[in-house]
Structures are given as structure tokens and as C-alpha cells.
């Protein structure tokens, strides 16, 4: 089951599915020094695009968005969960949950590896996945896992492994991708660079003020809409409002400040987008009730 999650940016961006690929229980003695050994070495396509849960009936199914918009990918039979995330910085968290899925669990801080690679490619990057305690966890316990990507699979597609994760004394193996998807038929605009961003957000310019930026934070986009979930509506209903720079369905939780006034965007990426617009070609920039569907003919949202 597809779950989405976007990730900010400007220019071309992109909005990650995570895919739950397989799950599996604590194996008994006879099989545990296999999970030993795959540990041990970057594991096979094969290991982590088939479920490993399925033993007594159990299938492969997959959960609700998470707390903080990334896929609740099952372990265990349904015993543990684990939120997976992928920030637009290329930061990969993993959230460790109890079976109902809204119960946080802090599980033994331990050192994680996980094997990352472009999908559909052969070879396979390590990275180590670091315990991050959080207020509430006990002594020698954390509920959060935090990596860095490699810089050169940051905002691609990716497929990801974590073959040996402790909890309670039993060991599970877990994995995810994420993908890229095109928005509409000329494509979402990618993340805006690091320092690009700053400049972008936290500048004024044409009718983006300085009251503009203390409004929205001081923040840049990617930090404010971290973990945001878009799902993209590309037939909007009479009367609602519109992304200005896709006319999807805006989503009112991805907002944005600009000109003194409110606006509403389908996800992160485009925000980025309208504020450049607002600060190189002004003219341009609507009023935000100008950002409506008003009928059902193309192209005519904003006459």
C-alpha cells in the first residue's frame, strides 16, 4: 500500500511514497544466526521486496500515516510498528511504536545499519542509524533513529533496509522505498538548495516583507512543513480552493504568508515557488479568494 509523504523545496520538487516492502518476526534459535548473518552484508533485492511475515496466514497490509506524515510500517505481526521518514535534508528518522500504533516505545538504544540504494540499482550504501532519546524515555532506551543520507541519494529514489532491529530481546527486519512522483502533467518543483532556501524565505522581497517572514516563523519552508504528508487532489470541486501554482486542491495546512495575506498551497514545493513569484514578478500574485475553482471548464479557475 502506498502511503505519500512530500518533502519541500523549490524549483522541481518531489513527493515521496514510502512503500512497506516486508516485515518479520523474532525467528526462533534455529533461523536467528541467519538474521546474524544478513546483518552482516548489504541484503539481496529479493530479501526486501518479499514480506517475511506470512508464516501461519499472516499478510502483508499496510497502516495509516503516522503522527509526524511519514508510513507506520508493521513488525512483528502487528506487534510493534515502526513511523519511517524522510526529511527533504535527506535526514531519515525511524519512530518506534507499540502494536496500536499510537503508543510510542522506547526500545534498547542500539546502533542501526541500514543499506541504502537508488531503486532498481544493484549496489547498496551502508549508514549507521544512531539512538536519539527523546523526554520520556528510560536510561539505555530511545524511541527515535536518526541517519544522513549519502549526499548523492538525497531527494531520489531510494530503497531502504534496516536487517537487524532489537525490541524487547527479539530482532526484526524492516524496509521501505521511497519514490519520486511526478505532480500533474508538468512535474512538481524540487527542493531549493540549502542556502538557496534561506535567501529565498528568509529575505524580504517585491511584496514578500520582513512582517511576511516573523509571520511564518522565521523559517524556511523545509523547516516548517518537516514530515508533511501531501496527497494531491487533481480535480478539485467547484468552490474549492486551488494550489496557485498547480490548481490542484490546496491543502489549508500547507500555508503560507505572503503580502500580509494567507495562502494555500497543495505542498511545500510549491510555496517555494509562489514566494519567488512574489518577490521577482509581483504583478503576477493574485489575491488568495482569486485562488478558487469556480467551474468545471479547464482552465478556468481564475477568470
Known sequence: MLRTFSFVG???????????????????????DTTKDESRQPPSTSATAVPSNTAGGDEEHGHKAGAHGGIIVSL?????HVEAIVTSAGELRLYTLGNDESRVVDIEAQDLIAYVKPEGASDSTSIEIKPQPQPGDANGKASLFVAQL?????????DVTVPNITIGGERFRLGFTNKSETHGSEGMPA??????????YLSPGGI????????????????KFVGFQATH??????GDKIC????TKANPKCSWIVG????????????DEFVALAKTKPEDVKQPDQYVKRDAAPGSELK
Not at 549519502?150 to 531510494?158: A, D, F, N, Q, R
Open 260 to 271: 500580509g495575506k494567507n495562502y494555500e498551497f497543495c505542498c511545500p514545493p510549491c510555496v
Open 10 to 32: 523549490g524549483g522541481m520538487a518531489f513527493i515521496a511514497l514510502l512503500l512497506l516492502v516486508g516485515c518479520s518476526t523474532s525467528a526462533p534459535t534455529a533461523s536467528s
Open 76 to 80: 512483528g505481526r502487528d506487534s510493534y
Open 150 to 158: 549519502p549526499e548523492g541519494l538525497v531527494g531520489k529514489s531510494i
Open 244 to 247: 496557485p501554482v498547480t490548481l
Open 191 to 200: 527542493k531549493v538548495a540549502d542556502e538557496t532556501e534561506k535567501k529565498l
Open 208 to 223: 514578500y516583507t520582513q512582517a511576511d517572514i516573523e509571520a511564518n516563523g522565521n523559517l524556511t519552508a523545509s523547516q
Open 233 to 238: 487532489d487533481l480535480k478539485p470541486k467547484v
